[in-house]
């Protein structure tokens, strides 16, 4: 008997290893005029995206290469995750998206949505602010002003 978690991990894994993303490639041959946003992995409002028929990509980072020129825009003892997104970057593996979201998770973050607009001026990229007050007469307006 097979296990089903099996075939699932092993989707995820395949998911995880292409640097070409090829399922997004393959998806935007599927849905033509449909958008696949690349996102920093917590804090976007993915059913929003869905709902506009864009595809959500939440970018982890490079896993397991080198860093060679995302060392070049942040220090070394930065999170993989920012120093990795720019490498797969300026590789052109990212090339298959249409705009990147870049959300409040952290410093590093806020400054990659930043330098995204320096490095790649053509390509959509969008900084997504999130409120800190939580009256819905303040930041509840201001959340869906930003939305």
């Excluded at 300026?90 to 998206?97: C, F, I, N, P």
């Excluded at 998770?105 to 995204?116: F, K």
């Amino acid at each position: 008997m097979s296990d089903p978690a099996a075939s699932v991990i092993e989707r995820a894994h395949a998911l995880v290893d292409d640097r070409s993303f090829k399922s997004v490639a393959e998806w935007k041959e599927k849905n033509p005029g449909g958008l696949a946003v690349g996102h920093m992995p917590v804090y976007v409002p993915r059913p929003l995206l869905e709902a506009i028929h864009c595809l959500p990509v939440a970018i982890f980072g490079g896993g397991e290469i080198d860093i060679i020129r995302g060392d070049s825009y942040f220090q070394s003892y930065i999170c993989h995750i920012p120093r990795s997104t720019v490498e797969l970057a300026l590789a052109g593996d990212l090339a298959v998206l249409d705009g990147m979201l870049f959300p409040a998770i952290c410093d590093v973050i806020r400054n990659l949505g930043g330098m995204w607009n320096m490095l790649f001026p053509d390509a959509y990229t969008a900084y997504v602010d999130l409120p800190q007050n939580f009256d819905l007469k303040v930041g509840g307006k201001f959340y869906a002003l930003e939305l």
